[in-house]
């Protein structure tokens, strides 16, 4: 996008800046099974996870019915994702209080390893990712900062990939013109495994056309191969390539009293016209050196291109990223050390800017019985580069580090506890030392900022029998100059100081052999205890966009042996409008609910499926300003499908 305060804030130059959040939750497996994460590179239980974590495998992603990632993560985590500025494909993200305006910024997200954050403040591209695809996503809340760097202040999304065998066709429809169709085929053998994928969707959109005579229409088309090979014992190659096109228009804001007579209807101007292009590959090999020490290295490489139709202005991104490390797999002791680059450029037609990270870390687990014990340390060197067209070049750099420490215990098989302490660091993106001004929209220079900090303390209890898996965590932390743009003065700008606290609860509970219930809940305040730049206005303020109450609640049914019913309300509280820092203003982010339904029947080698969401339409949408307010999930949508398996 563009050095301008954002290239998102240029294409809706009238709205006000950022957007808000959405609901909550899935259960990890089935109960008493043994879950599995693996944010530090070794894998571990989850109830013997030194760090709060959250896992959703393909078993919960296919009985919840949802079409997209976005969707899934919306409606199923506890994490609130929401469209950014109405584009559903750059989704808004909060976790752990960091907010919607900037928490995409706080969390690194990760597919099969490769970073996803941008340079800039444009949000993570997960509308590219094919449901399909997913065989697990794993969620490390404040943690992670060792092994991701920069950004992991709330934590990390790790999503993994599944390897295809064999070969099938998933065909679906539904309201407001949806057809999606993904086909994917694959070969395993002993030494040699290859699996592609090609996922295509349409939507007609939800809102009424614009005065261009085009509703808030998408389409999109991915694909995806993956290879892997051991010529010899000791040796594994990787090598995967994908590609996405995507053709979205979405809406800009709502009065009040517009949104209140009809939710779809246009605000008398033309809706965002935005294509998204992104060609990535990858490279990786393992060597076993022994049968304990492990060499791995990972080589990333994607062109993206963004550009915004009506105003002829595009950007082109390169991102390149290596990952070298040694792993130690002992039978007590696991460590792995390494280094990690990560080289972003953005070219528009005015300038060039880069973001470079070059970061080196440890991390080491111990374990004694029923004790592990973790620790590691990073240290980091970013570096900036500004060369515009016209005028100076501008360049900056930090060195910044991060660490954690972590230990659990326990109590017996049911049972243990952990506590984890975490630093982490987010630098500034680069659009974060430039400012538009908002009325003859001349770009200037912001001036450096500072990095974000913060120590985040969790302890959490976890409680696993046949019948239940119960996971508990609070955590507090405090930050040092968060990050944020001043919705008064336009300005990026630190906030002094800051504090997090909250709690997590996860439960999952069989309450009959074919009945399961599931409940996600998190109770999150967010409190910005000292803002020089606000001239006081903002001190002892709520953060905005960020809502004390996220819930989903669900019921599971077996029926028979080849069906499965899922049901699930999804609840998010009240919370301040995402640029009311001063807590001032006439109008909140209403609470948002949906409920949602969803059946899956199998018929030898075919798997039907249907999926009413926002079963009770519920008018929900997200509040930026007094009267700026973004339609979002405000009708029921019907979805209809069958997957043909080879």
Do not use: C
């Not at 953060?543 to 609640?553: E, S, T």
């Not at 249907?610 to 019907?638: C, M, Q, S």
């Amino acid at each position: 996008m563009n050095i301008r305060l954002s290239a998102t804030a240029v294409a809706v130059a009238a709205a006000f800046p950022f957007a808000a959040p959405a609901p909550v939750f899935a259960a990890a497996e089935t109960t008493g099974e043994t879950v599995i994460v693996s944010a530090t590179r070794i894998d571990t239980p989850d109830v013997a996870a030194t760090y709060a974590s959250e896992v959703h495998t393909r078993r919960d992603i296919e009985r919840s019915g949802a079409t997209t990632l976005v969707d899934y993560l919306a409606r199923q985590t506890s994490i609130q994702i929401a469209p950014y500025f109405g584009n559903r494909f750059t989704p808004s993200i909060n976790m752990r209080g960091y907010g919607t305006a900037d928490g995409h910024q706080n969390v690194v997200i990760s597919l099969d390893g490769r970073r996803l954050n941008n340079i800039d403040l444009v949000p993570q591209l997960l509308g590219a990712i094919p449901l399909a695809d997913i065989e697990r996503i794993e969620i490390a809340k404040g943690s992670g900062s060792v092994m991701y760097g920069d950004g992991a202040t709330a934590g990390t999304i790790q999503i993994y990939t599944r390897p295809r065998t064999g070969a099938s066709l998933d065909l679906n429809g539904g309201s407001h013109g949806a057809v999606g169709a993904t086909a994917s085929a694959g070969i395993a053998r002993e030494r040699f495994s290859a699996s592609a994928t090609i996922d295509r969707s349409e939507h007609d959109g939800f809102s009424d056309k614009d005065p261009s005579g085009h509703t808030d229409e998408s389409r999109a088309d991915n694909w995806r191969v993956a290879l892997s090979g051991k010529p010899a014992d000791a040796l594994k190659l990787n090598l995967d390539a994908g590609s996405s096109r995507i053709d979205t228009r979405y809406p800009g804001a709502l009065t009040l009293a517009q949104f209140r007579h009809d939710p779809a209807q246009n605000n008398g101007r033309n809706y965002t016209h935005q294509k998204f292009d992104s060609d990535y590959w990858g490279v990786g090999a393992d060597y076993d050196l022994t049968q304990a020490w492990r060499l791995s290295a990972r080589h990333h490489d994607e062109d993206k291109a963004s550009e915004f139709v009506q105003f002829r202005f595009e950007s082109d991104y390169r991102y390149v990223s290596d990952d070298f490390s040694l792993q130690y797999l002992g039978d007590a002791l696991s460590v792995t050390a390494g280094v990690q680059s990560f080289d972003g450029l953005r070219e528009d037609a005015v300038s060039e800017t880069s973001k470079r990270n070059l970061g080196w870390f440890v991390q080491g687990q111990y374990e004694l019985a029923r004790l592990t014990l973790s620790a590691g340390a990073r240290r980091e060197r970013v570096e900036y580069e500004h060369d515009p067209d016209f005028g100076a070049r501008i360049e900056d750099d930090e060195t910044l580090s991060s660490w954690d420490v972590g230990a659990n215990f326990r109590f017996d098989d049911a049972w243990s506890v952990f506590g984890n302490y975490n630093s982490a660091f987010l630098a500034p993106d680069i659009d974060r030392f430039f400012v538009t001004d908002f009325f003859t929209g001349e770009t200037s220079f912001n001036g450096f900022i500072e990095p974000a900090r913060v120590r985040t303390v969790t302890l959490g209890l976890n409680h696993v029998v046949p019948a239940n898996r119960l996971k508990l965590s609070v955590f507090h932390a405090d930050l040092k100059n968060e990050i944020f743009f001043e919705p008064f003065t336009f300005t990026n700008t630190n906030i002094d100081e800051s504090h997090k606290y909250g709690l997590e609860l996860q439960d999952t509970w069989t309450i009959t052999p074919t009945l399961t219930g599931l409940l996600n809940y998190t109770w999150t305040r967010a409190i910005i205890d000292r803002d020089g730049a606000g001239g006081g206005a903002f001190d002892g303020r709520q953060l905005p966009g960020v809502p004390r109450h996220n819930a989903v609640v669900g019921l599971n049914v077996k029926v028979g042996e080849q069906g499965n019913l899922n049901l699930s309300h999804s609840w998010r509280s009240k919370a301040r409008a995402a640029n009311d820092f001063d807590n001032n203003n006439a109008q909140k982010q209403r609470e948002y609910q949906s409920t949602d339904l969803a059946y899956r029947h199998r018929v030898r080698d075919v798997e039907l499926y249907a999926a009413v969401t926002n079963l009770f339409e519920h008018e929900n949408g997200v509040w930026v300003a007094d009267d700026a307010i973004y339609p979002v999930d405000f009708e029921r949508t019907w979805k209809l499908g069958a997957k043909l398996s080879f």
